[in-house]
Nanobody, 114 residues
Framework: QVQVGESGGGLVQAGGSLRLSCAVSGRSVESYRMGWYRQAPGKEREFVAG??????YYTDSVKGRFTIARDNAKNSVYLQMQNLKPEDTAVYYCTAAGTTGDYWGQGTQVTVSS
């Protein structure tokens, strides 16, 4: 059974940095399109960044500030977030999408204070 788990969230001041980690068990991350989504209070869940064999993808609001990377040896995906803004405050979710289905983690809270 595939399981996805996030870690690394926390409270940071505006302009600061955080690194989120996503560990996948049950199957190789190379088998999936990996992505990060976020959901702020009162808002819909939105795409943040994605990675697959073709490359990396970002929503416009995080381009130049966030970097997604995959470590096949550790079966993990990371989201390096820099120059964080209060509007980045949300629960961040990792997802693995593949032929066997879509798998989501439980989410990790990121709070950016002004």
């Amino acid at each position: 059974q595939v399981q996805v788990g996030e870690s690394g969230g926390g409270l940071v001041q505006a302009g600061g940095s955080l690194r989120l980690s996503c560990a996948v068990s049950g199957r190789s991350v190379e088998s999936y399109r990996m992505g990060w989504y976020r959901q702020a209070p009162g808002k819909e869940r939105e795409f943040v960044a994605g990675i697959n064999d073709a490359g990396t993808y970002y929503t416009d609001s995080v381009k130049g500030r966030f970097t997604i990377a995959r470590d096949n040896a550790k079966n993990s995906v990371y989201l390096q977030m820099q120059n964080l803004k209060p509007e980045d405050t949300a629960v961040y979710y990792c997802t693995a999408a593949g032929t066997t289905g879509d798998y989501w983690g439980q989410g990790t809270q990121v709070t950016v204070s002004s």
